[in-house]
Structure formats: structure tokens, C-alpha cells
């Protein structure tokens, strides 16, 4: 790219006008909340009347705290799973779907269904498939004579049920999936046919390499929702029984409820700091997501 | 050889069918649920969750069309995850071409700043909020709600772009700019319809965000002349009773927009996409 | 070409947003006053239409001095978030709001935005409340609420399934009371809905109350956590949990323990009396036979209630008189007896203003005979020590029940949260 005097003059004004409209609705909407929260985390404050001055003594609080470390710990299963589970899941159905199997198109619409429920009626339903007498257990039961469970009212498998149902949003990593995949050129695979490869070297030479970046992309925002999670396991069990199920978020949300504002923004940064170490190890592990040099080469 | 290669198959598929179907049975099983409840009494849901209705309760609808000014609040709704979805895409269309395809000292930094905003639990930034549109003077405003649901899902929306974007092969741009190409001309004609899926995918998710978020909503307004559907849905909910069948028709109501919603971005917009197939 | 007008319709787009945020409505030309009120009393809360009725009598008598006009606040935890995260950004949420007053919400009491009713009550206004519910709204001598609707929380017993078992009378000793669940239990019938879900155990913490109460006198809620009467109450309510309920009790929410009592599947239940007002359970076939009763007695303590303070009304402060004087006519008029007789009427709720108002229909009746019947009342667990206190209750309720922790361990937990 030959650029010259005012043309580059030029390139940099076009480039800040590009970036101007999201830097400027970031900044008030993100940066300078953050810096709010940030601040107050350093705080004593109840919501009301002024902010003493605390250094970082609910950090050391919080994190000497029972309640917070469970959270802190569910909330790395959280991660693990939806990263780890949610996200090849997704990526099996979308690798299938985008072979236009019979009704593909109804199945894409019907995955992103749940979605759009409202999580109230939801959590509703959960509750009552997870009880003693529901109907889960009546289905394990008659199948594998399994003994009935107080799916949510047990603290060793009420984090595992509030984790499961999150497999009805899978439709939500299967449409960023899909729609990736779809923009494979078809001529990669065509050639491929031409040397004899079958649907699983197919698939395994090309689809997943070409999906890489948007994996990381995925598998990223996966993990971030799973650390953010607060608002159906709230419904279905309050964080319990024995904080059982509490995660950061429900943490936060429960030290707002009883105006510990301080504390509340303290857990809100450790949020953001762990999330951040996160995107950083995935970025790590599966490689920076610059497809820029990859597929030019 | 050929017989056992067909039998391998044919487990396969009925495998991928088996996955296929216990995924579709997981995701429609709640809407068939919400359905027929919206159609009990609240009786009947209370003591029983699962069961058919004696009686179809019609007049759940009805309720639901009443008492929750529902027409009104869909309109609203539609209006400010119209516009949110707009602006949204746009200002982060433009960002992502630049932290794309655009190499500069800082570029990288800039885009860690932006999406590490997927972190960020909204609900911590509730006071910061409310001082924000209060002071502006937006409280209790549609444009108060369009503008924290754009911002709100700019993390996301950079993370997609950006990568649809990074994922387009160099040589079409550089193509282009042989034929005298400019920067301008460059984003519009090449790299806007390439990444094409990858925005509609951001919208999508910018959409069912705007249509389902509650906690902003009814901390931002106060009158029905600036609340979302939302809100009506919780109308049935009030200190110590919850109207759950009226409701659950009111849920019924408003899932019928985003669904078609969805259906025409998709079937449209990637389905003639992907159609013709890119060429690569 | 086409780019250029892409940047073009971006910056219209961004302008637009920000001439919206000129569109400011202009405060007031006229001198009508008008008072927001952000109302929970709406949608299918059986105070609304009352409530509307009101105001909208109360605006038609002053039009062109003041307006009264309702933003209606539903789903009740939401109200609360918008409550305090307005507070805490330092502004009020609206001219007129409610709150439920106990030690954590005591907080906002810290905050000059809310009107202190000492200044602008007069002995006659004071005079048509209940004595001991303003005494319980004031702290250090500033009332920055008053106190409106208020609530017992006693136990209410199926007499058709008591009956079932040849009980015809509501217990009256804790012996008693177990024998009839014995029989019970024998019958196939879950005797109580205890439920340890949600944030605060809400069903199973009016019983534990109780216990406590009757254990541990009227005031038990000064004592230390560890005291023995929490001891006990929480070996009883274990008891009630593991023996003496329906098998899903530990995690369940409020929903599902309402849902048994309503399905005729438990036979004694504890709510307020708002739950008298649903149309649910005016629909089940033993709606007339419910009797509405304190603790048989099992301690002590005898004969007293477990009562609350419900919705406290709070104001805007104003350094404008006339703004002070209409938030305070419009007041006047809410707690007057004749409004609150009227509210009372349709709903069946409990106020603390005077009223010779009784219900007709037989179950909210009850609630008022009970009331007045009592010869001492306490606060439950989370009017007295709040939402930290009972959010570590009901978490550590589930623990104790399946044997995880002792009542002692149980109660060294919950005395951790409590601020001294």
C-alpha cells in the first residue's frame, strides 16, 4: 500500500472517524462506569452519604471470605463448561447443519428459540422438571431405575443442574458457528472430494482449521457469559442450598440487595480482572485470532 | 469394504440424528410448555406444572392484551431494538473495519480495550447508569434505552465483526486497490458485503438482548410511553402474586416479533448469502 | 460513492440521538404541582384499584393546584434495585415512593433526599396511627417514613384434611401439634410446607420466627445468635423440615411451597395476609375451611403474633414549601381513614392507621380477630435483622437440613452476619 503526504493525512482522518461513534458511546457507557466501579471498590459505601477511603481492604475481605471463594470456584466451573462443553457442542451441530441436512432450516430456527423466552418462564419450567416428584426423575427412574434426586435442593448436583440447562442455548454459539462455516469457500471442499477425502478428514482439514478464529471468538464469549452468569440460577435457586450455587454475579447482585455497595464493585473488578486472564490464556493457548496473516499466506 | 463403510455411515447418521432431534425436543419443550400454560388457570399451574388445560383459558390473552397496554409497549420494543440494533451495527462495522484490516501502532490494545467489555456484569454499572441518563436528562426516554443497548453490546459485536472480518483473504482487498480503490470504497463495496453473516450474527444478538433486557428498562423509565414489553410481561408480577398464566400468554405474545424477526434476517439476509456460496 | 453516504447517514444518526437528549421537558410553566409517585400498588396487586380510584378523586378535587400523577413499579425486586440505585446516585426516585423498612433499608434513613415527617406532622395527623408501628418508623428521632400497610404472619391449617384425620380443632400444644402431624404423616398427607429456596426461606423463616419467639420472649431478636432459644427454634424447624414436610422442602422456593398447600398436598402453611386475597386460593374447595392461628404454645411465650411492617411511605425533602405542603396534603389524604378504609376494603390488607374497618369475607376476617387477639407481637427474622442476616438463614437452613451442620454450627453461622 503506497501512501503519500496528504493521502496519509487523509487515511488517519477517515480511520478516526470510523472509530469515533463506538469510542465515544464506549467511553461513557463502559470506561467511565468502570472507573465508578473501580473507584468504589476502593471505597466504604452504602449507597448512601459520602465514600470513605478504604485502600484495598475489601479485597482482602472478600477474598477471605467463604462465600466469595465458593462463588469464585463455581464460577470456574461455570467457565470450564461452557467454554469446554457448550462450545464443541455448538460447533458439532453447526459443522452438521451446515451440510444442509433435511429441515436444516427449521432446526436453526428452533434452536434459537429459547433464546428469546423470557428467562422468568424458563427458570419456572426447570424448576419443576428438577423436582423430586418431576419429571426427570420419573424418566431416569422407569430407564435406569436411577434413585430420585432433589435435583436443585442437593448441594452435589444443584450446580450441575443449574449448568445443564444452559444446553438449551446452544443455538446462541451454533448461529456465530454456523454462519462462519458458511463462508468457507465450497471450492475447499470440492477439491477435496476430488482427492478422495471423506466427510470426517473434510471436516477435520478444513472446516475446523478455517473455523479457528471464530472458535477462540466463541469459546471467549462463552467463557465471559459463564462468569457473568446470575440471572436464571437466581431464579431457580437463589444461589442455594448452602451456596451451593452461588456464583460471582448472584454475589454481587445479593451485596447490592443489602447496600454493600463497596463490596459489590470489589467482586464486579475481580469479575473483569479473572475474565481478563481468561481471554488472555485462551488467546495463549489457541493462538492469537489473526487471520490477517493466517489465510493470506 | 463397501457393506461395512454403509453400515458406518448409517450409524452415523443415526447418531446425527439422534443428537439433532434430543437438541430440538430440549429447545422446543419449553415453548410447548409456555404455550399450553398460557392456556391454564393459575390454579392449575400452581399445583400441577405439567399437565393439559381443563378448560382453554382464552381469556389469559385477552388479560394479557389489557392490562399490560401490550400493543403500545410492542411498538416501543420494536422501536428501541430497531434503532439499538442500527447504531450498533453501524458505529461497530466502522470500528471493526479499522481493527481489522487496518494496521497502526495501538490497533491491537484498542481492540483488547473494547471487547474485554464482554466481561463486564451490566448490573455492577446500575448507579453509574441511572446518574448518566438522569443527568443528560434522558431518564424516562426511548433514545435513554436505544443508547445503553448499542453501547451495551459493542464488546460483542466488535469480537464478531472483527473476526468475520479478519477471516477475508487479503488478496480481494489488495485486488481492489490495484483497480484504484479507496478507503472508503474499500469498507462499502468489499468488506461490508464479505462479512455480511458475521454482522447479521452481531445484530441478531444485539436484537435478542434489546428485546429481553429488563433490569435497565425499569430502572431507566417510568411511564408506559417509554417502557418495553418487558415490563408488561411483569405486570403480572406484583409484590405477592404472580399472575403466572397471564403471563406466560403475554410471553407468548411478544416471542411471536423476535421469532420473525429472525427468520427474515436469516432466511433473507444469509440465506441469499449463502445461496450462491462465497467465492473464494 | 456509496461509502461517503454511509459516513453521512452515520453522523445524522448520531446527531439525531443527540438532539434527543435536548428534548428535555421544560419544568412546570403552569403552578400546578405535580408529585410523582413510583407505585407498587398496580397491575394485579389487589391494592390498584382502590389506590387509582383514590388519587384519581384526590386529582379531580385539586386540578390546577396539584396532580398526582402514579408510575406504576411492577415486580417488586426490581422496585427495590431502582429504589437504591437511584438513592445511591443521589436522587430520589420519585416525589413519592414506598419502602420495607427493617435494619438494612434503615440505611436510607443516613439520606437528607428523604422528607423527615417529624418536621411536618401535627399531633392530630400522628394520632390516627398505630402507636407502636410509628414508634418502629422512627430512628433517632427522624421519621423518614411512615408507616402504612402493615402484616401478621401467622399459620394457617386446612381443617379439611385435619379433619381427615379426626382432628377437629387447630392444636394447642406443641405436643398436640405434632401428634396431628404424626397423624397425618400416617395419612399420606405432607403436614407443613417448609421450603428453603429463594432468598430468604420465606415460608420456613415465618415458622422459625415463631419458634423463637415462643422460645426466647418477644425481644429475642437483641440476643446473640447463639442464644439457646435460636438453638432449639432451629432443631425444631430442622425437625419440620426433614420429618414434618413434603419431600421437596430443601431448595425449594416460595412458589413451590404455596403450590403444595393450594394443591391440598399440605395442611398447615404460614403467610401473610395478602396470600387470603388470591384468586387461586379462593378457588380451591377448602378455601372456607382454612383457620387462621398463632404457634400452638411451645415455650414461654404465648398467645403473641409475629407482625411486620410492610410498606412504609417515603417523600421527597424539598426547600420548596409549596411542593412540601401538596406531597404533604396528598399524604393526609392517603392516610386519612376513609381512603385507607377503602384500600382495606377491596384488598384485604393490614394498615397501621386506625380503622373500624373489618372484612366480610370469612379467611381475611380471621387475620384481624387473630391481630387483635394477641397479647404481645415480635418482628419476624428479616424485619429484625435484615437481608444479610436472612439471605445466610435460608442458605445455611438447606445445610442444616441434611445434616451437614448442627443447629449450634447453624446458628454460629447466622450470628456472623449480624452487625452489632
Known amino acids: 500500500m503506497h501512501i503519500v503526504g496528504s493521502n496519509k493525512k487523509r487515511i488517519w482522518l477517515a480511520r478516526i472517524l470510523f472509530l469515533l461513534p463506538v469510542s465515544l458511546l464506549f467511553f461513557f457507557f463502559f470506561i467511565y462506569p468502570f472507573l465508578f466501579t473501580l473507584y468504589t471498590s476502593l471505597t466504604q459505601w452504602r449507597g448512601i452519604g459520602a465514600m470513605k477511603f478504604n485502600g484495598l481492604a475489601n479485597y482482602g475481605k472478600l477474598l477471605a471470605d467463604a462465600t466469595f471463594r465458593k462463588a469464585l470456584k463455581n464460577n470456574v466451573v461455570w467457565a470450564l463448561s461452557q467454554g469446554f462443553i457448550q462450545v464443541p457442542l455448538a460447533c458439532l451441530v453447526a459443522m452438521i447443519l451446515v451440510r444442509k441436512p433435511r429441515f436444516w432450516k427449521a432446526l436453526r430456527t428452533a434452536y434459537y428459540l429459547p433464546n428469546v423466552i423470557s428467562t422468568v418462564a424458563l427458570a419456572m419450567v426447570w424448576v419443576a422438571i428438577y423436582n423430586v416428584k418431576g419429571p426427570l426423575n420419573a424418566i431416569l427412574h422407569a430407564l435406569f431405575g436411577v434413585e430420585k434426586l432433589n435435583w436443585l435442593g442437593n448441594p452435589d448436583v444443584a450446580l450441575f443442574a443449574v449448568i445443564f440447562q444452559t444446553v438449551i442455548y446452544i443455538g446462541y454459539f451454533m448461529i456465530i458457528l454456523l454462519a462462519a462455516a458458511m463462508n468457507i469457500p465450497r471450492s475447499y471442499y470440492e477439491a477435496a472430494e476430488i482427492d478422495g477425502a471423506g466427510t470426517f478428514r473434510q471436516e477435520w482439514h478444513i472446516t475446523l482449521p478455517m473455523l479457528r478464529g471464530t472458535l477462540v471468538t466463541t469459546m471467549t464469549l462463552a467463557m465471559a457469559y459463564g462468569m457473568r452468569h446470575f440471572e436464571s440460577t437466581f431464579l431457580m435457586t437463589g444461589g442455594g442450598p448452602a451456596y451451593a450455587t452461588t456464583t460471582m454475579g448472584i454475589d454481587l447482585y445479593l451485596k447490592m440487595d443489602a447496600l454493600r455497595y463497596s463490596e459489590a464493585s470489589t467482586v464486579g473488578v475481580i469479575l473483569i480482572l479473572m475474565g481478563t486472564v481468561v481471554i488472555s490464556l485462551i488467546r495463549i493457548l489457541f493462538g492469537t485470532s489473526d487471520p490477517m496473516s493466517e489465510t493470506a499466506q | ?280 | ?420
Not at chain 3, 420472649?217 to 440476643?223: I, S
Open chain 3, 1 to 420: 460513492m456509496k461509502g461517503k453516504r454511509f459516513v453521512v447517514m452515520a453522523l445524522v444518526l448520531l446527531i439525531m440521538v443527540g438532539l434527543g437528549a435536548q428534548g428535555q421537558k421544560d419544568p412546570g410553566v403552569a403552578k400546578e404541582v405535580e408529585l410523582r409517585w413510583a407505585s407498587i400498588w398496580v397491575g394485579n396487586d389487589s391494592k390498584a384499584p382502590a389506590v387509582e380510584e383514590l388519587v384519581a378523586a384526590y386529582n379531580a378535587k385539586n386540578e390546577g393546584r396539584i396532580k398526582v400523577v402514579i408510575e406504576p413499579q411492577p415486580d417488586y425486586n426490581a422496585y427495590e434495585q431502582k429504589v437504591r440505585t437511584s438513592l445511591a446516585a443521589g436522587q430520589v426516585p420519585a416525589d413519592i415512593f414506598t419502602i420495607k423498612l427493617n435494619p438494612t433499608t434503615a440505611t436510607f434513613y443516613q439520606s437528607n433526599l428523604l422528607m423527615d415527617f417529624n418536621k411536618v406532622m401535627d399531633g392530630a395527623w400522628k394520632a390516627t396511627f398505630d402507636a407502636p408501628s410509628l414508634a418502629q418508623s422512627e430512628i433517632d428521632g427522624v421519621l423518614r417514613s411512615l408507616p402504612m400497610e402493615t402484616a401478621i404472619l401467622p399459620l394457617w391449617f386446612n381443617m379439611d384434611l385435619l379433619k381427615k384425620v379426626g382432628v377437629n380443632e387447630v392444636p394447642k400444644t406443641l405436643d398436640d401439634m405434632f401428634a396431628t402431624f404424626d397423624k397425618l404423616k400416617a395419612a399420606g398427607i405432607a403436614p407443613t410446607s417448609q421450603m428453603t429456596g429463594d432468598t430468604n426461606a420465606w415460608t420456613s423463616m415465618i415458622w422459625f420466627s415463631h419458634f423463637a419467639v415462643a422460645l426466647g420472649g418477644p425481644n429475642v431478636w437483641d440476643k446473640p445468635f447463639t442464644d439457646k432459644a435460636f438453638v432449639e427454634a432451629a432443631k425444631l424447624i430442622k425437625r419440620m423440615i426433614t420429618e414434618y414436610s413434603t419431600s421437596d422442602a430443601v431448595g425449594l422456593g416460595a412458589g413451590g411451597s404455596g403450590g403444595h398447600f393450594l394443591a391440598g398436598r399440605t395442611a398447615v402453611f404460614s403467610n401473610g395476609p395478602w396470600y387470603a386475597g388470591r384468586a387461586d386460593l379462593a378457588a380451591t374447595p377448602f378455601y372456607d375451611s382454612i383457620r387462621i392461628a398463632g404457634l400452638p404454645d411451645a415455650g414461654p411465650t404465648k398467645d403473641f403474633m409475629i407482625s411486620r411492617l410492610q410498606a412504609n411511605i417515603c417523600a421527597a425533602a424539598t426547600k420548596d414549601k409549596a411542593r412540601e405542603e401538596a406531597i404533604v396534603d396528598f399524604l393526609k389524604f392517603l392516610t386519612s381513614k376513609d381512603s385507607i378504609t377503602k384500600i382495606a376494603e377491596t384488598s384485604g390488607a393490614m394498615f397501621a392507621i386506625k380503622t373500624d374497618f373489618r372484612p366480610t369475607v370469612d379467611l381475611k376476617r380471621q387475620f384481624f380477630i387473630v391481630a387483635e387477639g394477641a397479647k404481645a407481637t415480635a418482628s419476624d427474622l428479616e424485619a429484625a435483622l435484615g437481608a444479610e442476616v436472612t439471605l445466610e438463614f435460608a442458605q445455611q437452613l438447606g445445610a442444616l437440613a441434611l445434616g451437614r451442620i448442627s443447629a449450634e454450627e447453624f446458628c454460629a453461622l447466622v450470628d456472623r452476619k449480624i452487625e452489632r
Open chain 2, 1 to 280: 469394504m463397501e457393506k461395512r463403510k454403509t453400515i458406518l455411515s448409517g450409524t452415523l447418521h443415526l447418531l446425527k440424528w439422534i443428537l439433532l432431534l434430543f437438541l430440538l425436543s430440549l429447545a422446543l419443550l419449553p415453548i410447548v410448555w409456555l404455550m399450553i400454560s398460557s392456556l391454564r388457570t393459575n390454579l392449575e399451574l400452581q399445583t400441577s406444572p405439567f399437565g393439559w388445560p381443563r378448560q382453554f383459558q382464552w381469556v389469559n390473552y385477552s388479560k394479557a392484551l389489557h392490562m399490560a397496554s401490550l400493543p403500545r409497549l410492542l411498538l416501543n420494543s420494536v422501536t428501541v431494538a430497531a434503532l439499538a440494533v442500527l447504531i450498533n451495527t453501524l458505529a461497530t462495522s466502522m470500528a471493526s473495519f479499522i481493527l481489522a484490516r487496518e494496521f497502526f501502532k495501538g490497533r491491537d490494545v484498542l481492540y483488547t480495550i473494547f471487547t474485554a467489555g464482554v466481561l463486564i456484569p451490566v448490573i455492577s454499572f446500575m448507579v453509574p447508569y441511572f446518574s448518566l441518563i438522569t443527568k443528560s436528562g434522558l431518564y424516562n426516554t426511548l433514545t435513554a434505552l436505544v443508547l445503553v443497548y448499542a453501547s451495551v453490546n459493542i464488546p460483542v459485536s466488535i469480537f464478531l465483526v472483527t473476526a468475520f472480518m479478519k477471516s477475508i483473504p487479503k488478496e480481494l482487498e489488495e485486488a481492489a486497490i490495484i483497480d484504484g480503490c479507496g478507503f472508503f470504497k474499500r469498507f462499502s463495496t468489499i468488506i461490508l458485503p464479505l462479512s455480511r453473516s458475521g454482522i447479521v450474527t452481531a445484530a441478531t444478538f444485539c436484537f435478542i438482548y434489546s428485546w429481553n433486557e429488563f433490569v435497565m428498562a425499569m430502572l431507566l423509565t417510568s411511564s408506559i410511553e417509554s417502557r418495553t414489553v418487558q415490563l408488561g410481561i411483569k405486570f403480572f408480577t406484583s409484590q405477592f402474586i404472580t399472575d403466572y398464566a397471564g403471563m406466560y400468554a403475554a410471553v407468548v405474545i411478544t416471542i411471536i416479533p423476535s421469532v420473525v424477526g429472525y427468520v427474515l434476517l436469516h432466511n433473507k439476509i444469509i440465506g441469499g448469502l449463502t445461496a450462491g456460496g462465497v467465492k473464494g
